[in-house]
């Protein structure tokens, strides 16, 4: 707590990641304690990295988890796991990935909100942008709806990245626009449920392109 006291003040940062977190069953408690104190010192969003799978029960006791870090890239199968939490609950980090799977990014994006990789190696693989670090933003500013019965509420503007059906209400915040590009559909029972876009907020649908 003396330590994230000094970041604040120092930086004046408003989040904080704790690196090398616990995955043991009984110390949950500790990093929700954690999490609350970072909250009234004004650090609003809190990242804990194990690097690995989680019990459960340590979902929620920070803002997000890191749930691989590793030389490689995480399987698919084993973020299933995951798809009744709503995706912004985890991220992913991967270093040593010497070429950009593009295909990989667009299915991992169903599972976790967050991701980022390398071609970076140890000990020093965090050093520096990887060299297709153009590819991975242009890939990752594409976007899809959550797959777990969970709203869709886009935060940051982001382009349809295949033809997708609404599990519930998508919701489009202040400042953010979706686009839905040129032969893509974005399917949405509106029947029982809405496609809200809140004031300053947007939706582009171009030309070959549709919402039904």
Request: net charge negative; charged share 10%; hydrophobic share 35%.
């Amino acid at each position: 707590m003396a330590d994230m006291d000094s970041y604040k003040n120092w930086y004046d940062t408003n989040g904080i990641f704790f690196d090398q977190m616990s995955s043991t069953i009984g110390d949950e408690i500790f990093y929700g304690n954690l999490n609350g104190y970072a909250k009234s010192i004004g650090l609003n969003y809190t990242v804990g990295n194990p690097g690995t799978n989680v019990p459960s029960s340590y979902i929620g006791t920070v803002d997000n988890i890191v749930i691989h870090e590793n030389s490689s890239l995480p399987l698919l199968s084993l973020l299933q796991q995951y798809l009744t939490y709503s995706k912004t609950d985890f991220s992913t980090l991967s270093f040593g990935i010497s070429t950009l799977d593009t295909s990989f990014l667009t299915g991992e994006s169903g599972y976790v909100g967050y991701t980022y990789m390398t071609n970076g190696t140890l000990p020093n693989q965090w050093t520096g942008l990887p060299s297709y670090f153009g590819k991975l933003v242009e890939t990752l500013d594409r976007c899809s709806p959550s797959s777990s019965m969970q709203d869709w509420i886009i935060s940051s503007s982001c382009t349809l990245g295949f033809t997708s059906t609404a599990s519930a209400n998508v919701i489009v915040q202040p400042g953010a626009v979706l686009t839905i590009p040129s032969g893509l559909k974005l399917n949405i029972d509106l029947a029982h449920y809405h496609l809200l876009v809140k004031s300053g907020g947007g939706v582009l649908i171009k030309a070959g392109g549709a919402i039904n």
